[in-house]
C-alpha cells in the first residue's frame, strides 16, 4: 500500500520568498510517480508539477521544483518567489498502479499555505 | 469542452435519500477516475473507468455507491440511501489513457447530507 506523509498542516511565507513543503512517502513499489497539485478555495485541483522515480533530475516547471530525495522517501516542494496568488491548499500524490488497469493517485492531507503582501 | 465539468456544483440532500453526480470529462479521454475529499482531507479514490468498462472499483465505500459511464463518455456517481458521513466534495478526473501521467481534475460536486 502507498502512503504519503505531510506534516505540516499550515504554512505562512512572505510574499517574494521561497518557500519549502514537505512530503514523505512510503511504497514498495519500484516504479512510481510524485505529483503535487495546487487546490484553490474554488475546489479544483491543478496539477503542478511531476517526478518519476527512475528520473535522475530534479523536476522543475517554472517557479515550482521538486526535491526529490529517494533514499529518504521524500519529495519536497520548492516554490521560489511567493505570489499571493499562491495562497492555496497544496497536495502530494503518488500514482500507484493498482493491478486493476488503473493507476490511482494516493494523496497527502495537503498544506495550507498563506502568501502574506 | 475545454476542461473537466461537473454537475451540480452543490447538493443537499436529506438524509436517506438518493444523489447522481455527473462528470463530463475532457472529449476523447479513455480514463475516468472518482475521488472522494472529506472535509480537512486529501482526496481519496473511489472508481475507475476505462471507456465504459469499470476496472477498479475497490474504493467503493459501500454497496450503496454506484458509478456508472455507459457511453464512455459521461459518468455518473450514484450513491443510495445518503447518510451523514458521506458528506464531502465529490471530484471527476480524466486522462488520455490510464497510465497518463497526469489527470485533469473537475471542479467538484460539494455534497452536504442533513
Known amino acids: 500500500a502507498q502512503k504519503i506523509t505531510q506534516t505540516q498542516p499550515g504554512m505562512f511565507v512572505q510574499e517574494k520568498e521561497a518557500v519549502t513543503l514537505d512530503c514523505t512517502y512510503d511504497t514498495s513499489d519500484q516504479s512510481y510517480g510524485l505529483f503535487w497539485y495546487k487546490q484553490p478555495s474554488s475546489g479544483e485541483m491543478i496539477f503542478l508539477i511531476y517526478?518519476?522515480?527512475?528520473?535522475?533530475q530534479n523536476a522543475t516547471e517554472g517557479r515550482y521544483s521538486l526535491n526529490f530525495q529517494k533514499a529518504r522517501k521524500s519529495a519536497n516542494l520548492v516554490i521560489s518567489a511567493s505570489q499571493l496568488g499562491d495562497s492555496a491548499m497544496y497536495f502530494c500524490?503518488?500514482?500507484?498502479?493498482?493491478?486493476?488497469?488503473?493507476?490511482?493517485?494516493?494523496f497527502g492531507k495537503g498544506t495550507k499555505l498563506s502568501v502574506i503582501p | 469542452g475545454a476542461g473537466v465539468s461537473q454537475s451540480p456544483r452543490y447538493k443537499v440532500a436529506k438524509r436517506g435519500q438518493d444523489v447522481a453526480l455527473r462528470c463530463d470529462p475532457i472529449?476523447?479521454?479513455?480514463?475516468l477516475f472518482w475521488y472522494q475529499q472529506a472535509l480537512g482531507q486529501g482526496p481519496e479514490f473511489l472508481t475507475y473507468?476505462?471507456?465504459?468498462?469499470?476496472?477498479?472499483k475497490s474504493g467503493l465505500p459501500s454497496d450503496r455507491f454506484f458509478a456508472e459511464r455507459p457511453e464512455g463518455s459521461v459518468s455518473t456517481l450514484k450513491i443510495q440511501r445518503t447518510q451523514q458521513e458521506d458528506s464531502a466534495v465529490y471530484l471527476c478526473a480524466s486522462s488520455r489513457r490510464g497510465d497518463t501521467r497526469e489527470q485533469f481534475f473537475g471542479p467538484g460536486t460539494r455534497l452536504t447530507v442533513l
Open positions: 473507468f476505462q471507456n465504459e468498462a469499470q476496472l477498479d
Open positions: 500524490a503518488m500514482r500507484a498502479y493498482s493491478g486493476a488497469g488503473s493507476y490511482q493517485l494516493t
Open positions: 472529449s476523447g479521454h479513455v480514463s
Open positions: 517526478q518519476g522515480s527512475y528520473d535522475e
